[in-house]
């Protein structure tokens, strides 16, 4: 692997400076720890996307998180994983040892505004389901276009599908350059306040994704009492616990199903109060401190 600026900075720069200053512990918060250093090494992992879903990644990008991530976690006197699942992951895939690693949780941080709901979302004004996320393979949203197209025929649910994200549309298992169904919206990137505003008016958060490593979408969801469906897959259930609907995220059937069972008025109510409690035992506050004895644990 050629160094670029970047492995620079983090493998000699960032050395160099916790040498200067005396650093007896380094923290990396995302994979890229020095590999050689003084004093103890600590490194966060939020998933290991590059190692499951690698044409998702640009050559550059992928290559350089499958060179230094498994030697950062090896070398590593601790590692921080986001969740059960990518702590799993990491034993099975780099045969990381349970004894070094600690799980802690992200939790919601996208600020709660009262900004009107943008014009692109918004479109005609009937109830949408709303995916968030980029458009690409590990996302599924080619079976949750499948899914939604299937219950608008059905007449089960006439809303629309908006996806907030960004990327080629062939993730959406339509043909190149083919316009987009009626009642399918692709917004694009958002900044937070229309994030926030798209998100607090969707009448379902539909989380199809093949791998993620904890689910912020999950949670920033469930912290506004909108009902959540989500894959049963890797971290998204540990984040949902049981305020959602979850579904078999290969099966397009299932994910409609799931769908209907969360719009349904009185499941949708039920998991609007689980949602916000289940946010709620998701705390940076919480996060920090377990980080903070994770230093303690290195320090004389």
Not at 60 to 67: L, M, S
Not at 95 to 112: C, D, E, Q, T, W
Not at 143 to 152: G, I
Request: proline share 7%.
């Amino acid at each position: 692997m050629l160094p670029g600026p970047q492995v620079l900075a983090e493998q000699v720069a960032l050395p160099l400076v916790a040498l200067r200053s005396g650093a007896r512990v380094v923290h990396a918060p995302n994979c890229f720890l020095p590999l050689v250093r003084r004093g103890a090494g600590v490194v966060t992992v939020h998933d290991l996307a590059f190692e499951a879903f690698p044409d998702d990644f640009s050559r550059r990008t992928g290559t350089k998180y499958r060179w230094i991530t498994p030697r950062a976690v090896r070398s590593a006197d601790r590692v921080i994983a986001v969740s059960q699942a990518t702590a799993d992951d990491l034993a099975v895939r780099y045969g990381v040892p349970s004894a070094k690693v600690r799980v802690i949780p992200n939790a919601p941080s996208l600020p709660f505004g009262d900004a009107p709901l943008p014009a692109v979302a918004a479109g005609d004004g009937t109830p949408y389901l709303l995916c968030v996320g980029d458009l690409r393979a590990k996302k599924n949203l080619a079976r949750v276009v499948a899914a939604w197209s299937a219950l608008r025929a059905s007449g089960e649910f006439a809303g629309r599908l908006v996806i907030a994200g960004q990327g080629d549309v062939g993730a959406l298992g339509l043909a190149a350059g083919s316009p987009l169904p009626p009642g399918l919206v692709v917004t694009g990137y958002l900044d937070d306040a229309s994030l926030d505003a798209t998100m607090r008016g969707a009448a379902c958060v539909v989380h199809a994704s093949l791998y993620e490593g904890f689910g912020l979408v999950v949670a920033e969801a469930m912290a506004r009492g909108v009902p959540v469906a989500i894959a049963d897959a890797t971290a998204l259930p540990e984040v949902a616990g049981d305020a959602c609907e979850a579904f078999d995220p290969l099966d397009a059937e299932a994910i409609a199903a799931a769908v209907l069972r969360a719009v349904a008025p009185a499941r949708s109510a039920e998991l609007a109060v689980l949602g916000r409690a289940r946010a709620a035992t998701f705390s940076w506050d919480a996060s920090a401190a377990a980080t903070a004895d994770v230093y303690r644990e290195l320090l004389p």
